[in-house]
């Protein structure tokens, strides 16, 4: 995970008075002290700037010599651009200055001399916590150095990443995230659940900064107001490889069951280090990553709108709300299943659909027990969840009828009456009013008919078309039909019975 720089583009313009006084300054104040522009070392990291500070003190012997300066001004180093710097101070004029395109954004500075470029514009601009970096860099990078540079300090720690407790607290305010203790995190993210390395529902970035014994979180939805917040940390610090003292991850439900590739990863992490990609893309392509990681291992995991529920089966398919007919098919069918489901926010319908083909048949086979119905019902040219609710109603006619008793053949009355009867426990009022219709076409079958019309409370709207005699009739018989309706199963023949002989049938029902 080696710490690259972007691409930079250089142009000119015409220097503001500001900003030619300002470099001119700086200028004036290296003449003073030439070793402004390098950091402070600990006394384990001096000897690996002894060179550069010799070179730096040779050119700061000519600081006021011009001739000797315009020489000394065309090396390539640091030296070079402190040579160059100096001129600019005696001369006191940068009447055009030359401007790079960073990260960060432009800066200018004055072209004096052939050093490179970036090395001059951390000279002059030694006072500026990232621009300065950029003329050590490459010793930094060489040695495997660590350097941390922040508005009140510039020091090298050697070899071993120390950052300053200054440095993490500049660090801790750059990022503009609440602060407990060690854990720097968006109101999302619980300090100890980021610490510990949890998972949550939402998706989120941790970064571990080893050295500083601190974590950065940002979840999903805050980094879209976000930038690239490992970018905003490295800026201030120089050190060759980020990933000796930065962990960075993506934490997301399906990482629990993803184990990305050491390939994946470093790709992925190059695109973020180097700006390509912002805080919330990067997450958002780790997760995809996680995904097509876990589908491919085809292994079981349900996962809804990113919320990973392992092989629980039940809270997935809770989470989904579904109605009673479709949790039960839903639970059947993903037990079934063997393969990964990972789903946005999804309707129930839409996975019994998905798996319909697969599993449906089987299904119905379950709650009906009745190939041939089975059959029947699964090849109808309509929705998973329509089909499944015609599997239920069935089964529960199936039900109860069976609870009542079995006739073979009963007199032509008796068959009306029971009929209705059976239609109204199976299929409700309304397809048993509709068996009404058919009544036997005699008086006491009309009369029957108006009995039932009134147990429903539909007799005054067709009152008219029955007789004075029937429609007494059916007001004498309506407690028998109603009481026909509701019995018990074990007492349906007995009141069946009654029904006959109180409109005056001889009819007996045969036991």
């Known amino acids: 995970m080696a710490k690259k720089q972007r691409m930079t583009r250089s142009f000119a313009r015409t220097a503001p008075k500001s900003q030619e006084k300002y470099l001119i300054e700086n200028a004036k104040k290296l003449q003073e002290d030439p070793f402004l522009i390098l950091p402070t070392c600990t006394e384990d990291s001096k000897k690996y700037f002894q060179k550069l500070r010799k070179q730096l003190k040779r050119i700061h012997q000519y600081c006021t010599d011009e001739k000797k300066l315009e020489k000394l001004s065309h090396k390539k180093g640091l030296d070079g651009a402190l040579a160059g710097t100096y001129l600019l101070a005696i001369s006191e004029k940068a009447p055009y200055l030359a401007a790079l395109t960073f990260p960060t954004g432009d800066i200018t500075y004055a072209q004096r001399g052939k050093a490179d470029k970036e090395k001059l514009i951390a000279v002059q601009h030694f006072d500026d916590p990232v621009f300065r970096l950029r003329g050590i860099k490459d010793l930094v990078f060489k040695k495997k150095l660590y350097v941390y540079s922040w508005d009140n300090g510039y020091v090298c720690t050697g070899k071993e990443a120390h950052p300053p407790i200054e440095f993490i607290d500049f660090i801790r305010n750059k990022v503009g995230l609440s602060s407990i203790k060690d854990v720097m995190a968006c109101p999302h993210i619980p300090p100890n659940t980021a610490k510990k390395k949890e998972y949550l529902t939402l998706n989120y970035l941790r970064i571990e900064w080893k050295s500083a014994q601190t974590i950065v979180a940002l979840c999903e939805n805050c980094t879209k107001s976000t930038k690239n917040t490992m970018f905003t940390i490295s800026k201030y610090m120089l050190q060759r ?8 991850e993506v934490m997301t439900q399906v990482g629990k069951h993803s184990v990305l590739s050491g390939k994946q990863k470093t790709a992925h992490l190059q695109e973020y280090l180097t700006g390509k990609l912002t805080d919330y893309e990067f997450i958002k392509k780790i997760a995809k990553s996680h995904e097509e990681h876990v589908k491919q291992a085809e292994e079981k995991i349900l996962v809804l709108d990113g919320v990973s529920y392992g092989t629980d089966v039940t809270r997935f398919v809770d989470a989904l709300q579904p109605n009673t007919y479709e949790k039960t098919a839903l639970e059947f069918i993903l037990r079934k299943s063997q393969e990964p489901l990972i ?8 996975i019994l659909e998905r798996y319909w083909n697969q599993y449906g048949n089987e299904f119905l086979e379950s709650i009906l027990d009745d190939r041939k119905m089975t059959e029947s019902l699964f090849q109808l040219d309509d929705t998973p969840v ?27 009355l008796a068959a009306f009456a029971d009929t209705i009867a059976r239609t109204y426990r199976t299929f409700g009022e309304k397809k048993a009013l509709a068996e009404i219709k058919n009544h036997p076409d005699t008086p006491k079958g009309k009369s029957i008919a108006y009995a039932f019309l009134l147990a429903f409370g539909k007799g005054t709207e067709v009152k008219w078309k029955y007789s004075k005699e029937e429609v007494d009739y059916g007001e004498f018989l309506k407690d028998h039909a109603r009481k026909l309706l509701d019995v018990k199963p074990e007492e349906y023949s007995v009141v069946l019975q009654e029904l006959l002989t109180a409109c005056g049938s001889s009819e007996t029902i045969p036991q």
């Not at 490889?241 to 960075?248: C, K, P, R, T, V």
């Not at 789903?343 to 839409?350: L, N, R, W």
């Not at 089909?387 to 032509?412: G, H």
């Open 343 to 350: 789903v946005p926010k999804i309707t129930p319908s839409k």
């Open 386 to 412: 329509n089909i499944i609710i015609l599997a239920f109603e069935y089964k529960q006619r199936r039900m109860i009828l069976s609870q009542l008793p079995n006739y073979d053949c009963l007199p032509p």
């Open 241 to 248: 490889n980020l990933s000796d003292d930065f962990d960075i």
